[in-house]
């Protein structure tokens, strides 16, 4: 199968197989054809792809219940699981989150500033959507850094 990249500054942003169903044709333009072991992340230096290296040996830290800045897995921890499904199933067909979830995937971004005028417009975007993906009780708990047992 043929695998197609979108390469931000040497880095594979997105992967696809099929970029022109799966993208906006603007996106989808900046696809170019890569090697099939490339996946997300994965880097492009003077011509040869590279695995991300591992970062297990990163100390880790536990998640502090309200934080206003989570790692992207916290952010994603905030939500529940059936709601984390209903967003990540919406992306194929609403830009908006499409945009969001590629934002969360991407390696470079190392933290969510749930304060950010642009992430509080996310979350409350999420509201809007039909059906609602989040109720207006769940977007203002999850922009206060609370999970949902907390």
């Known amino acids: 199968m043929t ?3 979108r390469i931000i500054d040497g880095v594979a942003v997105d992967v696809s197989t099929d970029p022109t169903n799966s993208f906006h044709p603007t996106i989808a333009a900046q696809f170019i054809k890569v090697p099939d072991k490339v996946s997300h ?6 011509g040869t792809w590279s695995a ?19 790692t992207p897995p ?3 921890l905030l939500l529940t699981l059936q709601e984390r499904v209903a967003i990540r199933a919406a992306g194929p067909t609403d830009l908006v989150i499409a945009d969001v979830l590629r934002m969360l995937d991407d390696p470079r971004v190392t933290f969510i500033d749930l304060t950010n005028p642009s992430v509080v417009e996310a979350i409350n975007y999420l ?24």
């Not at 992340?41 to 003077?46: S, Y």
């Not at 991300?52 to 989570?70: D, F, H, K, R």
């Open 41 to 46: 992340g994965w880097r492009l230096v003077e």
């Open 127 to 150: 509201t809007t959507t039909a059906p609602a993906l989040l109720t207006a009780e769940r977007a203002a708990r999850v922009l206060s850094g609370l999970s949902i047992a907390a």
């Open 52 to 70: 991300p290296l591992l970062q297990a040996s990163l100390p880790v830290i536990p998640v502090q219940s309200g934080t206003l800045n989570p």
């Open 3 to 5: 695998n197609y990249a």
């Open 74 to 76: 916290e952010f994603l």
